[in-house]
């Protein structure tokens, strides 16, 4: 009960109700017309909530506790992962997982955030709160794929890079934007996928890619809503955290309609939480055909796109600041 989302009562109720309806029914009612008619009703009521979720239900899904995350599709997708441990200088953060991995027929640099499902091990992982040592886990790990022309792969799921005073002394802000600069030049191909939360800084220190594409109810926002309600607002309630969801224009379809990513990666009926096993088989499907797409291209010519392509985004209108503030709308956005 504790992992249920409020807008889906409706939809457990229906569930529980079939499936009661199912156990009590002989083999020949099983199929009967009824029975049809409410799977048929559980589909339709499934996808009018999940094509309308709001951007604060987007960000419920985006954290549910059976949400699949890099683990899991380490297990569901790679047929080989080898993790490699430690930053050389300070330990082995968790919260960052790293390793060589195998994908059909590529080996690649599989680097990813892990925030754990039970509370030990989101415990251990920090709730996916990477500290200074995993970033510099991950940069390490990527100059190395790079030296032996490995593309890599970065599953971006983290509220945010961790917030403690011990982070910022051992130097989290310069390695989050040395991370920026060296993702900028590698020499490889690199595909960066959000697939759950992308949080502030944490999740763009490894999403520097060629690709970089979201799960269809991921989210991926220069701050939480809660932090950005707190801004605003002085505080983060019920009703200023939907406020803020949907002034940072934080979801898959309005960072797709305003050129931040490349491709929204559909989700199974009700979430990914529903079928991760489906949701792992779509994912492989576009991780391939990247690989495919990317193996092609000319390391010249590959840098300079991803240069490109993090040039173009955003909107410059010259002589602004001479004519006065923009006025709602005259910069084409809501």
């Not at 339709?44 to 709001?54: F, G, P, R, V, W």
Request: charged share 30%; proline share 5%; glycine share 10%.
């Amino acid at each position: 009960m504790a992992s249920r989302l409020p807008f889906e009562k409706e939809i457990y109720e229906m569930e529980e109700l079939l499936a009661k309806l199912e156990a009590d029914a002989s083999g020949r009612l099983r199929n009967s017309e009824e029975l049809r008619r409410m799977r048929r009703e559980l589909i339709s009521l499934k996808k009018k909530k999940y094509n309308n979720l709001t951007p604060w239900e987007t960000v419920q899904v985006a954290r549910h506790i059976d949400r699949p995350q890099t683990v899991d599709y380490i297990d569901l997708i790679f047929d080989e992962f080898v993790e490699l441990h430690g930053d050389r200088a300070i330990g082995d953060d968790r919260a960052l997982r790293t390793g060589f991995a195998r994908l059909g027929d590529y080996r690649v640099m599989l680097i990813g955030h892990q925030k754990g499902h039970t509370l030990k091990e989101k415990g251990e992982c920090l709730y996916g709160c990477a500290h200074p040592e995993g970033y510099r886990k991950a940069l390490n790990r990527m100059i190395l794929a790079a030296k032996f022309q490995l593309p890599i792969i970065a599953l971006i799921d983290t509220p945010g890079a961790y917030p403690g005073i011990g982070a910022e002394e051992r130097g989290q802000a310069q390695l989050i934007a040395d991370s920026l600069l060296e993702m900028s030049r590698l020499p490889t191909p690199i595909i960066c996928v959000v697939i759950g939360e992308g949080g502030s800084g944490g999740a763009l220190a490894i999403g520097i890619g060629d690709r970089v594409s979201m799960l269809e109810h991921a989210y991926y926002s220069v701050i939480s809503p809660e932090g950005c309600a707190g801004i605003l607002w002085k505080v983060a309630t019920e009703e200023t955290k939907p406020l803020a969801a949907q002034a940072l224009k934080l979801t898959s379809k309005d960072l797709a309609r305003l050129g931040i990513i490349d491709d929204i990666i559909p989700e199974p009926l009700g979430g990914a939480h529903r079928d991760q096993r489906d949701m792992a088989n779509t994912l492989k499907t576009y991780l391939l055909r990247y690989l495919r797409e990317l193996r092609a291209v000319p390391r010249d010519e590959l840098l300079e796109q991803r240069y490109q392509k993090f040039r173009q985004m955003g909107m410059f209108l010259e002589g602004a600041g001479d004519n006065g503030p923009l006025t709602p709308g005259q910069d084409g956005s809501d």
